[in-house]
């Protein structure tokens, strides 16, 4: 007589194997994602450091000094890398860079369009795309190869207030004081994180730079994608991942520009040469 008989899951087993799952489920998914987002953080400061590399081997083969260009400032750089990704951000929704035939004569050094570009070079600017701003009347952006919205450089102490006495003097090297504090490169908002997502200007620019007087206007040129966070490389080529609130703070406004040694947390500038005034 054969007493074996087929064993099979009950309802309620299979119900509690199901609310394991899910129990489960919810548990890792948040983990993978925040797998995911870590690992695209990762990616993000592995490109910013070669993309400060690359500059670092462009200014020693050019008495120490930074290129002056703007918008077309990764041309310079083509012969010293080895795939344009290095000029991606995997977090950013803009749009990844493509080869387009382009020749012209590019704003630069104020926009006296002295940057003449000729031949197939890396962009994400789509075709018909026009800059409308009046210091530039006339300039489109079909004659200009440039990468908007993932990283932008920091033209603000390079060009600008880094230098005492004008002229852009902190392009050079040799008036460096804190290379390892003072921030190169960081990330630029792509169209889809700002308020004017069919504008392609300043917002969205390949270098950043407020052109008036406050700290929100350099805030609202950077973007803060990575875990509520940003990344960044630093004038020696070291790139870090850091929270909203350390750019916001002292020590960030000082990497932003670290000639404003007197300006305190939550004000404008102090110092006759960093003349911002609103928070």
């Known amino acids: 007589m054969n007493n074996t008989r087929e064993s099979a899951f009950t309802l309620i087993e299979l119900l509690v194997v199901i609310a394991i799952i899910a129990i489960l489920a919810a548990i890792l998914f948040p983990v993978f994602a925040q797998a995911k987002a870590a690992a ?12 400060a590399t690359a500059n670092a ?24 890398i080895k795939s344009p990704d290095i000029f991606l951000d995997p977090m950013s929704a803009a749009p990844k860079p493509f080869k387009r035939n382009f020749t012209g004569y590019m704003p630069s050094d104020d926009f006296n369009f002295s940057s003449y570009v000729q031949g197939e070079f890396w962009t994400n600017v789509p075709e018909g795309i026009t800059y409308n701003t009046q210091r530039a009347i006339g300039f489109t952006w079909d004659n200009c190869p440039t990468i908007f919205g993932h990283f932008a450089r920091n033209d603000e102490y390079l060009f600008n207030y880094g230098d005492p006495n004008g002229g852009g003097q902190a392009a050079n090297s040799s ?14 908002k792509s169209g889809a994180e700002d308020n004017d997502a069919n504008d392609w200007d300043e917002d969205n620019a390949i270098y950043f730079e407020p052109g008036g007087t406050t700290w929100t206007q350099i805030y609202n040129q950077l973007s803060l994608r990575h875990r509520e966070g940003a990344v960044f490389s630093f004038l020696d080529t070291s790139a870090r991942w850091k929270k909203s609130a350390w750019l916001r703070g002292r020590e960030g406004k000082l990497a932003l520009n670290p000639r404003c040694v007197n300006v305190a947390d939550g004000t404008g500038w102090t110092q006759t040469n960093c003349d911002y005034t609103g928070n």
Do not use: C, E
């Not at 953080?41 to 910013?48: E, G, P």
């Open 40 to 51: 695209k953080t990762t990616q993000a400061l592995s490109n910013l450091k070669q993309l």
């Open 175 to 188: 008036t460096w004081s804190n290379p390892s504090g003072t921030i190169f490169f960081s990330m630029a």
């Open 57 to 80: 081997i462009y200014m020693n083969d050019y008495d120490d000094t930074i290129n002056r260009k703007y918008w077309d400032l990764h041309v310079d750089l083509l012969p010293y």
